[in-house]
């Protein structure tokens, strides 16, 4: 077990229930305390209602609002909270534009358990 994870605060934005449960089974079994938001509007207004959270992982495919649009207004409501773009895009350009919403990390889809658990060490522990 990761100790890092343990007891911490994740919100999962990601709109495929397959990747939600794969995501969840993977951090609940470090110890995290996992809420998942389906739709981009839904995490805007957690954060909005004061709901505090230690990282979120965000699906950048989303529909309706995508991924850098709701990273975009977290951060205007919570400017500390840390946000790792998942994405399946791996173009440079792609990559730019999470950092370029605010994401401070990212973990390209299909992800290995060690690669998810590698960026939120980095994100959580720097």
Known sequence: MEEFLKGKQILVVEDEEI?????RDILEEQMAILTWA??????VDMIRE???????????NLPA?????VTREILKIHPQ????????????????KVY??????????P???DELIAVLR???TD
């Open 19 to 23: 990747n939600w449960f794969l995501i």
């Open 38 to 43: 389906e739709i981009g509007q839904k995490a």
């Open 50 to 60: 004061g709901q505090l959270f230690d990282v979120v992982l965000m699906d950048i």
């Open 65 to 69: 609002m995508d991924g850098l649009q």
């Open 81 to 96: 909270i840390p946000v790792i773009a998942q994405t399946a895009y791996a173009l440079d350009e792609e990559i730019g």
């Open 100 to 109: 370029e919403a605010g994401c401070c990390g990212h973990v390209l889809k």
């Open 111 to 113: 992800f290995t358990i």
């Open 122 to 124: 980095k994100v959580l």
